[in-house]
Each structure stands twice: as C-alpha cells, then as structure tokens.
C-alpha cells in the first residue's frame, strides 16, 4: 500500500495563477482532510470530507476549494493564488476505529510545499 | 471552544537527559481524544499515541511516556534518555468524537537533542 500520496511535492505559482493540489489515498478511508502547515501555528484545518461527494469548511477555507468525486481522491484548488499560501499543505484520510465513540486515526501524506511569489 | 496549548516552542537537551513536552487543551467536550505527531526534519507526520478521554491510563512505550490528566487537562509527553533521533517538532492534537476525527493542533514544541 502506498497510504496517502501527494502530488505534487514542491510548487511554485505568482500571484493570481491557479492550481490543484492532488492527495489519493488506497486504504479505503471514508474521511479526508486537507491541513496547512505555518511556522509557529501547527497545522490548522482548510477543509475536509467525511465521505465521497461532501465537504465541509475547516478553520481557514477562505482562497481554497475542494473537490471529493471519488473515494480515494481529494483535490484542494487555489483559484488565484495570494502570497498568504505559502505553506506546506498536508492531506490525511482517516477511518473509524471500530464501534460507538470511535475516534479517526488520521494518516499523513508527505506534504506539499507551496510558494506563491 | 477547543484549543491545544503547547507553551514550549523551542527545548533543547543533551543526549540521554529526560525531556517532558507540555500540552494543555480546552474543551467542553466529556468524550474527546488526544493524539501525539512527530514531524522529523524530512518534514513528514509520524503519529505516535492516541489517548481517548475515558481512559486515563498513563502509557510507557520504550523510552516514550506519556501522562494524561484529565484534572489539569494536560497531555505530556516524556522522552527518557532522549537520542540525537529524538529531535523533531512534536505537536498535541486533539479530536472531537461529533465532528468526523477533525484534528485541532498545538502550535508545536521542537525539540532539539545535542550529542
């Protein structure tokens, strides 16, 4: 298994052009989530899918939209890049561990590090 | 609200000191959960423990412990006889059990171990 992948690793963009980060996963996890990483602030939540076709806001959506058209994949999308996203962005999918009360142990891809001049 | 604190921003030890790395968290939640992630210098997140707020156990996994307190709402996390390996930015995490296994983040304790 190849857990969560991340593509691509580095990217650079200027002001106002646009891109999608791609994350695919093959463990079969229902949940998706896409995280930025900042100096100093840990990583906060963009947005995340509790399964194929829906998503949900996290913390800082703002500049960002998301894609879930298949289980496996989620796609996060800067339409007009600002400086400001410069970061590493981190996607991780996550299951239940089984019964009432579970909780969703969340696995990590690789990270991308964006640079927006 | 829900919040991790993770005062610490930067620690630095010599090989084989003990090193305790703080997390305090706010929640109103009685059901929760709290995660430890190693973040090497490779820049991946590696998880290391996760504890659910019922269970307050303390843990010991080799040189690793950790001490979860319900009382004082703290998490912390022991490395014993810390190793050059050891550093790495350590974050707290914690998760709600409504809202899908969303994590919400420390701000991150680096540590560094000299030789």
């Known amino acids: 298994n190849a857990g969560v992948t991340q593509t691509p690793k580095f990217q650079v963009l200027k002001t106002g052009q646009s891109m999608t980060l791609q994350c695919a996963q093959d463990?079969?996890?229902?949940?998706m989530y896409w995280y930025r990483q900042d100096p100093g602030m840990g990583l906060r939540l963009i947005y995340y899918?509790?399964?194929?076709?829906?998503?949900d806001k996290g913390e800082v959506p703002d500049g960002y939209n998301v894609s879930r058209l298949k289980k496996q994949n989620f796609l996060l999308g800067l339409e007009s890049a600002a400086p400001s996203q410069t970061s590493v962005y981190f996607c991780?999918?996550?299951?239940?561990?089984?019964?009432?009360?579970?909780?969703?142990?969340?696995?990590f891809g690789p990270g991308t590090r964006l640079t927006v001049t | 609200a829900q919040k991790v604190t993770q005062a610490q921003t930067e620690i630095s030890v010599v090989e084989k000191e003990d090193v305790t790395l703080d997390c305090v968290y706010e929640t109103r939640d009685t059901t929760y959960y709290l995660f430890w992630y190693k973040q090497p210098p490779s820049g991946e997140l590696v998880f290391l423990i996760r504890r659910n707020s019922f269970d307050e156990q303390n843990e010991i996994s080799g040189r690793y412990s950790w001490n979860f307190q319900k009382s004082t709402s703290s998490f912390n996390f022991t490395i014993t006889a810390s190793q050059v390996v050891d550093s790495a930015v350590y974050f707290c995490?914690?998760?709600?059990?409504?809202?899908?296994?969303?994590?919400?983040f420390g701000q991150g304790t680096e540590l560094s171990v000299k030789p």
């Open positions: 899918s509790a399964s194929e076709g829906t998503t």
């Open positions: 995490a914690l998760s709600r059990r409504v809202q899908g296994g969303k994590l919400i």
């Open positions: 991780a999918s996550s299951y239940p561990l089984g019964g009432r009360g579970s909780t969703y142990e969340q696995y």
């Open positions: 463990m079969n996890h229902n949940s």
